[in-house]
């Protein structure tokens, strides 16, 4: 079995005062001249709360359920992880990785070890989820344990009705629509909050993200195709807008065009900062199998953001907003709570930045090389990328877990 090894440096500063800096970009902000102090041996077995170097980290082995001990604890799970089996072109396996370790100075400090007792496990990107055999019996074995499941996910193309029966299909513990947690249903949450009663968004995304809206009582217009009103520029101008509107909502949108991006630009300058720019999230590529991606929802938010000359608010990963959200629901312990994800720059991030306890699967788009640059770089804002924990697949886990 594959276990799980540390991760070296980690100071938990997690994003700095500028955006490429929160977002880990590396290099971002210039070179750091911060150090690192010496990460003291791994212990075998659960370490009191004085012994745990601030983010250790660690392979997984036997031991692991003395780490997501038997009463019910919360997990996030990423929707990307894919399940069982290595992938061949991998360019390096865990179990050759050596050493590997994660050091946050000044950032988590005395966290321990989760102590028995209830445990939260957060798991991550929805498009891969049931890809391999593996996520939904290791996801089933921690349910069994009394683990509290919750599902996170950038993907704004599904409800969480839609998502819910998706896990159904895939064999995955049952779930219901309040365990899953879409950049659209988070999304329509801040719009709720943040919008007067009776104001409207215009909507370059889904149909689910205009139910999710739906849901919480938004008026919104705009999801679907939309065409130019005219040959020239003076008559693009002449499309109505719709004077209720006082948010542009910007999220995966087959249908974005030229139109759309006018119809958004002429919302804000007519509002001013009065008119919020929501974005569900930035990843730039979406993958597909067999290394193929298409252009992700950050491609469309810089495309409204560079319009505009302003920056939009980002509900989903791995901005805290999309945490909040969880925690606002089962009132989540961040310290009994561990996130598993495929990607450092959304799952991993979220889960440093917010406390959690980090599980990197390398079924994704990340390999081992990725995570050892940022943890040798000596930028704090790139060791926040750098798990706790890793493995080769989630199903690298069911050894550990037991019958």
């Not at 750091?32 to 012994?51: D, I, K, N, Q, Y």
């Not at 895939?170 to 719009?191: M, Q, T």
């Not at 597909?288 to 469309?300: F, K």
């Amino acid at each position: 079995m594959a276990a799980l090894r540390p991760c070296r440096h980690n100071n938990g500063t997690g994003l700095g005062g500028e955006r490429a800096r929160r977002a880990g970009v590396p290099g971002a902000g210039g070179r750091c001249r911060g150090t690192v102090p010496p990460l003291p041996p791994v212990m075998a077995g659960p370490r009191a709360p004085a012994e745990r170097s601030p983010g250790s980290s660690r392979r997984v082995t036997a031991e692991l359920p003395n780490a997501l001990p038997n009463e019910p604890r919360r997990a996030l799970a990423n929707s990307s992880a894919r399940g069982a089996g290595p992938r061949a072109e991998r360019p390096m396996r865990a179990q050759r990785a050596g050493r590997h370790r994660r050091r946050r100075a000044g950032g988590r400090r005395g966290h321990r070890a989760p102590a028995p007792g209830g445990a939260g496990v957060a798991a991550g990107s929805a498009a891969q989820w049931g890809r391999g055999p593996g996520a939904a019996a290791a996801l089933g074995r921690l349910a069994a344990a009394g683990k509290r499941l919750c599902y996170v996910t950038n993907n704004s193309g599904r409800t969480r009705a839609a998502y819910t029966e998706k896990l159904r299909r895939l064999g995955f513990p049952p779930a219901e629509p309040r365990h899953i947690f879409s950049s659209a249903f988070c999304a329509a949450r801040y719009l709720r909050q943040a919008l007067p009663p009776g104001a409207a968004a215009y909507v370059l995304g889904s149909a689910a993200l205009a139910a999710e809206l739906e849901a919480v009582g938004i008026p919104h217009l705009g999801p679907g195709p939309a065409a130019l009103p005219g040959p020239a520029p003076a008559d693009w101008l002449q499309a109505p807008l719709d004077p209720a509107v006082r948010a542009v909502l910007v999220g995966f949108d087959e249908h974005f065009s030229y139109a759309k991006l006018c119809q958004a630009l002429r919302y804000l300058l007519r509002g001013g900062p009065d008119c919020l720019l929501v974005g569900t999230n930035r990843d730039h590529r979406l993958p597909l199998e067999g290394g193929a991606g298409i252009p992700g929802t950050g491609c469309l938010v810089k495309a409204v953001e560079t319009a505009a000359q302003r920056e939009a608010f980002i509900v989903g990963k791995p901005n805290r907003f999309m945490f909040d959200c969880v925690a606002g629901e089962f009132q989540v312990d961040p310290a009994r709570t561990i996130m598993v994800g495929d990607r450092l720059d959304t799952d991993i991030l979220m889960g440093n930045s917010c406390g959690l306890t980090t599980l990197l699967t390398l079924t994704g788009v990340t390999a081992l090389d990725e995570v050892r640059g940022h943890q040798d770089s000596g930028c704090p804002a790139r060791h926040s990328l750098v798990p706790d924990y890793y493995v080769d697949s989630i199903a690298d886990l069911l050894p550990a877990l037991g019958e």
